[in-house]
C-alpha cells in the first residue's frame, strides 16, 4: 500500500486520537503507525505516528505489540480501543460481515475502514463460493506473481514472517467482490448492532490496473453515544 488516499486516510484518523489503536491485518505497518516508512528504493516516505498501537495478524509480525490471531474473533474486551483500523482486509475475509461487527465490538468510539474494490473475480456477491475461490489462481497471481497461494508469497517475500498454518487457517487472496450496496449493509448492521452512527462515507479513484479505473471504498463510523 502506498501513499495514496487509503493510507493517507488512515494515518490522518490515526492522528486524531491518543490511546489505544487496534490496526487488524498489520502486515508490516504500510501504514506507519508506529513505525518509519523507507520505499522500496531507500527513500524515507514519512515517519511513525509512535501512538499506542496493537499491531494484528493471522501472521507473526514483528512489531513492538503484536497479538496474533483471526479477525473474525478478536481476543480483546468490548470497547478496548479508542479506535479499531481496517485498512484493504475486508475483500481476503471468508465471513467480512462477522469480521466488521467485531471491529466495532472491541472500538468505544472509532472504527476506520478503506474496502478495496475488487473487480477480477468471477460473478458477483460478498462471499465468493469455495469452487470459486479454489479456481481462483489467476486472482493470486497477478498480485503474487510467480506464487501459487498467498502463504508462498509470504514465506518467499517476507522471510522474517512467522506465517500461520495455511492448512489450519488459509490465507485468502481477493475473494470478495464489493459493490455500495454491500457497503452500506456492512455500516447499516454495524450501526444497528453497536449503536454507531456513520461519520465518513466515500469511494475514491486510486489508479488504473488491467485498464480498469478501480477505487476504495473510505469509511468512518463513531460511536452513537460518544
Known sequence: MG?????????WWASQVTS???????????????????????????????????????DFWHHKQFVQGDAHNLPFKDGWFEMVIMGDIHEHLVDPLRASLESCRVSKRWVVW???????????GQFIDEGQRMSNLDTIRAFGGKYNTPAEMIVATEPSVVVYDDIKLPHLSHINQFNDE???????????TYD???FHF????EQKQDGHQWSNWLVCLERAAA
Open 202 to 205: 466515500l469511494k475514491v479513484p
Open 3 to 11: 501513499a495514496g488516499p487509503r493510507t493517507s486516510f488512515q494515518r
Open 20 to 58: 489505544k489503536i487496534l490496526n487488524i491485518g498489520c502486515n508490516n505497518d504500510p501504514m506507519g503507525l508506529d513505525n518509519d516508512i523507507i520505499t522500496p528504493q531507500g527513500v524515507f516516505a514519512f515517519s511513525g505516528l509512535h501512538k499506542d498501537v496493537v499491531q494484528f495478524d493471522l
Open 182 to 192: 454491500d457497503i452500506a449493509g456492512l455500516v447499516y448492521a454495524c450501526c444497528k
Open 196 to 198: 454507531f452512527k456513520l
Open 114 to 124: 478503506t474496502i478495496f474494490e475488487e473487480w477480477r473475480l468471477p460473478g458477483h
